[in-house]
């Protein structure tokens, strides 16, 4: 009986990634049809109510706008209105300026800056701007959001400022520090192994790695290490930003000492140019000083110090508590749910204020203000629709009782074995609804179960959960249609997703025999 049930409760997930990788069908259209499928269960199969399935449906699509759909335009709208002033010009000079070498200049934006992002603001943020900074640059559309969604997956746990590990932490009632320290114990492997993969993308296939073992090795060591230090020490809060601002610094300086000591071969060769309707024009020579630096940047910088200050909670804090609770999903026999939005301290509003803040710093007029974002909104469409059929779906399993099903059947199964599954269980989570947070909401509890029930760490479980996320997210319905805005490249989801998912899936095999077989290493370093 249980086995039947588990099967029905994939059957949403399993749609999704036969008609987005197999049928070919675009993302907004496989992520509605998706949530029929969990619709239909959720009354037929799990008895819930139709008010209750419809208020599942509800509050996922709030969700989805708030703060999801909002940080994502948020963060699309500054990319794009820095290529509207021209200010994009400037900052790919300056890239290039750094080093040409288009391995180089995948590592630090999407790789050391991309993490800054997940660390800082987290909801898709690490996604957008750097693959679009890349797009921009020359990059190859597919290549540039496939490295940054790889990038993005290991630094998720510790994204937007510590809150998928936090509240993990908190709903099982375990030490968030402890918590850390095993999830970074968990992800160690993977933080040397991402920039590799990164730089093999840049370079299509493993010749890329030819003279750039050593730069690979410094960006994925300087991450790592402080990382893990404010991890086992600090807690889940800072790792991340710690982590990104070392690479950057170490990145940056590495490579420009490598550029001037040997040149770069002919087939990574990166150009600052800019796309025009006759061809391309050499935008080498543009004017790169401070002021116009600082313009350029300063939709950027504004950002980084927005997101700075608010995490100070003097500040921050009182700006959280301006919010609302909103009592969306309905169901008579369970306790209420309540659906908080911040208003103020959200992301989205964040990136948003500091693109008002450029636009006045670069002069940008009411009229091309609004005619950018008009733009960016239409140019998100798709994607809109998208998020809000998958988060819609995804509250259909939780709230059914679907997605428990899901672990429950693995719990049963698989006694002393369950930690091999542990990491898969966190990677459906996060394929499901492409977030750390709303998994760690799903599973967490269960998986703190698990281990209670066959001796194990509830820690060490509980982070395999978070490290699992990683590898889910990286080719989520949600983080493929958030890449693909990005760069504007709708109708390409099934290409992105059948690539991502062959990262995921090693990683995913990896993380199954590290989480059985590493726990007399957790219990040693404890």
């Known amino acids: 009986m249980l086995f039947g049930y588990f099967v029905l409760a994939l059957l949403p997930i399993l749609w999704l990634i036969v008609a987005m990788s197999v049928i070919k069908m675009q993302a907004w259209t496989a992520a509605l049809s998706a949530m029929v499928i969990a619709f239909v269960e959720a009354m037929v199969f799990w008895h819930a109510s139709f008010l209750s399935a419809t208020t599942s449906v509800a509050e996922g699509v709030v969700m989805a706008l708030w703060p999801i759909v909002l940080v994502i335009i948020a963060a699309i709208f500054v990319y794009n209105m820095t290529v509207h002033t021209g200010a994009m010009d400037v900052i790919k000079a300056q890239l290039t300026s750094v080093s040409n070498d288009r391995r180089v200049l995948a590592i630090l934006i999407a790789w050391c800056f991309g993490g800054f992002m997940e660390g800082m603001a987290g909801y898709g943020t690490a996604i957008a701007i750097p693959a679009s900074m890349m797009f921009a640059l020359g990059f190859n559309p597919v290549e540039a959001i496939l490295m940054c969604l790889v990038a993005d997956s290991y630094t998720t746990m510790f994204g937007a400022v510590g809150v998928p590990t936090q509240m993990v932490s908190d709903l099982t009632s375990l030490d968030a520090t402890m918590v850390s320290h095993a999830q970074i114990l968990q992800a160690a492997v993977f933080m040397i192994i991402c920039p590799f993969v990164i730089v093999t993308i840049a370079g299509h296939g493993l010749k890329g ?64 140019k800019k796309p025009k309707d ?73 990136v948003f204020l500091a693109g008002i803040l450029g636009a006045l710093v670069q002069k940008v007029s009411v009229k091309d203000f609004f005619l950018v974002l008009g733009r960016t909104v239409k140019q998100m469409s798709k994607t809109i629709v998208t998020m809000m059929g998958v988060l819609a779906c995804a509250k ?33 989570g996060a394929f499901v609804t492409g977030s750390g947070t709303s998994t760690g909401a799903l599973f967490g509890t269960i998986q703190k179960t698990a281990a209670m029930n066959i001796g194990a760490s509830p820690e060490w479980m509980v982070a395999a959960n978070s490290v699992g996320v990683s590898a889910g997210k990286m080719f989520a319905p949600q983080s493929i249609a958030i890449g693909s805005a990005a760069c504007d490249l709708s109708g390409k ?23 059985q077989f590493g726990q007399p290493l957790w219990a040693a370093v404890q």
């Open 209 to 272: 790695l030819k003279g750039m073992v050593p730069f690979t090795l410094v960006s994925g060591v300087s991450f790592l290490v402080p990382e893990y230090i404010a991890a086992k020490f600090m807690g889940p809060t800072l790792p991340v930003i710690v982590g990104a601002v070392v690479s950057l610094v170490c990145s940056f300086a590495f490579g420009m000492w490598q550029n001037k000591r040997k040149e770069t071969p002919d087939e990574y060769v990166m150009g600052a």
């Open 278 to 350: 006759d061809g391309y024009e050499d935008v080498s020579s543009t004017d790169t000083g401070l002021k116009n630096a600082f313009i350029a940047w300063s939709p950027f910088l504004f950002i980084l110090v927005i997101l700075l200050l608010v995490s100070i909670p003097a500040i921050g804090e009182p700006l959280g508590s301006i919010k609302t609770a909103f009592h969306i999903y309905r169901n008579p026999d369970a306790e209420p749910v309540y659906y908080t939005i911040k208003w103020l301290n959200t992301p989205g509003v964040l």
């Open 493 to 515: 989801e099934s290409e992105l997703m059948k690539k991502a998912a062959v990262y995921a899936v090693v990683f995913i095999v990896l993380m199954a025999l590290i989480t």
């Open 396 to 428: 259909l399993m939780s709230y059914s009782g679907m997605t428990n099903t899901i672990a429950e059947f693995f719990v049963e199964t698989l006694g002393q074995y369950f930690p091999f599954v542990a990491p898969l269980i966190g990677a459906i």
